[in-house]
């Protein structure tokens, strides 16, 4: 009889146990699932680019978010639906224009001018000017984990302009020398092709730069949420 009864408590047990294995995998998913759709939004984006402004696709990026949030707040109730009073409003028409119109916009032509791998490594810098900004804004102090941590991004944003036959080279050969010497060659190189092209080159034609703009304008966007 005490076998008996064991027996469906070990079922039950080893199905809370599988609830709480699917639960937690959805967790992990949902955690995740922001930088998936992130990452592949750039790769959706380039396409677009070509047949429409940088405006208008940024604006139908927004405009359907926005209203299905409005709608899923209205739908379950929550309370202060739209701000009470101007000051409210002014704030939230601040962010709109630094988080929405200048980072869509500067993303959107930045992705015109580079490409999408790219375009989405540099807008991922911005965790980088969020720890400066709140450091200086804020007062929140860095470790020193966290400070080797801002080099780290920097270093690994230089390494963004070592030649791509530099990298071909073999990781057997390559040393932390010669990367950083093809850091200055493609450094060189970009300055070498401005100069030669003075007469048309415009910083404005560079994509690195609206998708460096673009990740400055999120970073502000996330400070001022604070």
Do not use: C
């Not at 998913?29 to 959706?44: D, E, K, Y």
């Not at 939230?92 to 375009?119: K, M």
């Not at 050969?173 to 070498?192: C, D, M, P």
């Amino acid at each position: 009889q005490q076998q008996q009864q064991q027996q469906p408590m070990t079922a039950a047990a080893a199905a809370s146990g599988g609830g709480g294995l699917v639960q937690q995998l959805l967790g992990v998913a949902l955690l995740v699932s922001p930088f998936f759709f992130w990452g592949t939004s750039m790769v959706a984006m380039k396409p677009v680019t070509a047949h429409t402004t940088p405006l208008l696709l940024g604006a139908m990026r927004l405009l359907p978010a926005g209203l299905a949030l409005l709608g899923w707040a209205a739908a379950t109730g929550r309370p202060q639906l739209l701000p009470k009073s101007a000051v409210a409003w002014a704030w939230i028409a601040a962010f709109a224009l630094v988080d929405g119109a200048a980072f869509q916009g500067f993303l959107a032509e930045g992705l015109q001018r580079t490409n999408a791998g790219l375009g989405s490594v540099i807008i991922d810098s911005q965790p980088l000017s969020v720890a400066v900004l709140a450091a200086l804004l804020f007062g929140e102090a860095l470790s020193g984990l966290g400070i080797a941590g801002l080099f780290i991004g920097v270093a690994g944003l230089l390494l963004l302009e070592v030649p791509q036959e530099v990298l071909l080279q073999g990781s057997s050969s390559v040393s932390l020398g010669g990367l950083v010497a093809g850091v200055e060659a493609g450094v060189e190189r970009g300055l070498a092709a401005a100069a030669g092209n003075a007469g048309s080159w415009s910083l404005l034609d560079s994509g690195e730069f609206y998708m460096l703009l673009a990740a400055q304008s999120m970073a502000v966007g996330t400070v001022m949420v604070r």
